[in-house]
Structures are given as structure tokens and as C-alpha cells.
């Protein structure tokens, strides 16, 4: 069973940068295509990134694109969200998702066939 756990959310101004890090054990990582979710307060929790288990694939939310970049290593075992030019609204919980069938595809599918989950990292973004 894989755990995954995040981290370096944190306090930042709008239009500054972050980098979310999960960091997968008790798993052959590269087993595994990797996500990035994220729940604002008062909201449900919504797709954010996907990529696939080779690294050579990536999906993203429109709201995101051109912003947020999902990366993997393998060697590492960790899955990254580099978050740039960040506003108010991309304040919420980001949560890690790793899953062994779904691809790029964790938006298309309820979020209940996702195999694994994170703990969630905090993120807020101040204007």
C-alpha cells in the first residue's frame, strides 16, 4: 500500500511561486500515475494536475495551465506542483493522488476510483 505525503505549502503573496512536494513509500513508485487535487474552503475538492507514470505525459486543469507544472522522479520517489503567478483563488488544500490504472485521466473518474491519497498540504495565497 502506497502512503504519499506533502508538503511545503505555506503563506505567500499573490503572484509569488511555490513548490508542493509528495513524497510516495511502501509502492513501486513507477507503478504508479500521480495527481494533484485541490478543496478551497466551502467547496469540493477539484482536479489540479495529472501525470502519467512514465513522466512523459500531463494533464491540467484550465485554470492552472500555463502556471503550475507537475513533475516526477523517480529516484526520489516524489511528485512535484511548481506553482507560479499564484492568486487568492488557488488558496485551498492540496491534496497528492496516486492511482496504478487512470493514467491522465484522474479528471475524467470520480474521485472514489482513485487508489491512494495524501494527507493534504496547506496553501493561501494572500492579496
Known amino acids: 500500500q502506497v502512503q504519499l505525503v506533502e508538503s511545503g505549502g505555506g503563506l505567500v503573496q499573490a503572484g509569488g511561486s511555490l513548490r508542493l512536494s509528495c513524497a510516495a513509500s511502501?509502492?513501486?513508485?513507477?507503478?504508479?500515475?500521480m495527481g494533484w487535487f485541490r478543496q478551497a474552503p466551502g467547496k469540493e475538492r477539484e482536479f489540479v494536475a495529472n501525470i502519467n507514470r512514465s513522466g512523459d505525459s500531463t494533464r491540467y486543469a484550465d485554470f492552472v495551465k500555463g502556471r503550475f507544472t507537475i513533475s516526477r522522479d523517480s529516484a526520489k520517489n516524489t511528485v512535484y506542483l511548481q506553482m507560479n503567478n499564484l492568486k487568492p483563488e488557488d488558496t485551498g488544500v492540496y491534496y497528492c493522488?496516486?492511482?496504478?490504472?487512470?493514467?491522465?485521466?484522474?479528471?475524467?473518474?470520480?474521485?472514489?476510483?482513485?487508489?491512494?491519497w495524501g494527507q493534504g498540504t496547506q496553501v493561501t495565497v494572500s492579496s
Open positions: 511502501r509502492g513501486t513508485f513507477s507503478s504508479y500515475h
Open positions: 493522488a496516486a492511482d496504478r490504472t487512470l493514467g491522465t485521466w484522474f479528471q475524467a473518474f470520480p474521485q472514489g476510483a482513485i487508489d491512494y
